[in-house]
């Protein structure tokens, strides 16, 4: 776990209605912490927006908010959508090939049904 305070300078509502965020640290980062921050891509974070403007005195308890955090499914099974669809491809086919794949067997794999599904919706556009 990794605590960082930062000012939220904006953020973006997406198509599928996850909201990104732009958050700058408050205070500088060492290259080592960087290192330690970006090994913790693809983890799960948990945002505490506070009605408190930068400069003022905030004091949080990170224990009670971790303590209090509503149990959540996603957030210990996240997988992002692409993930998860390599993941089922990946079953896919190891079920097809009764063994596990070779990564060259399911990097062709890969392409082969992206392509397939590309196609598919192609096909729905209207001329």
Not at 19 to 32: A, H, N, R, T
Not at 67 to 93: G, T, V
Not at 100 to 120: L, N
């Amino acid at each position: 776990m990794k605590i960082i305070q930062g000012e939220l300078k904006g953020c973006n509502r997406r198509s599928d209605d996850t909201v990104s965020f732009k958050v700058d640290s408050l205070l500088e980062v060492s290259s080592k912490d960087i290192g330690e921050i970006d090994s913790y891509r693809g983890s799960v974070a948990v945002i505490v927006l506070t009605d408190s403007t930068v400069g003022n005195e905030v004091n949080i308890d990170i224990d009670e908010i971790l303590k209090n955090l509503p149990e959540n499914d996603a957030m210990s099974n996240y997988k992002s959508p692409s993930k998860r669809f390599r993941d089922i491809l990946w079953r896919l086919l190891e079920q097809e090939l009764q063994r596990k794949p070779s990564t060259e067997e399911f990097a062709d794999f890969y392409k082969r049904e992206y392509e397939k599904i590309c196609g598919h919706y192609k096909e729905k556009f209207e001329d």
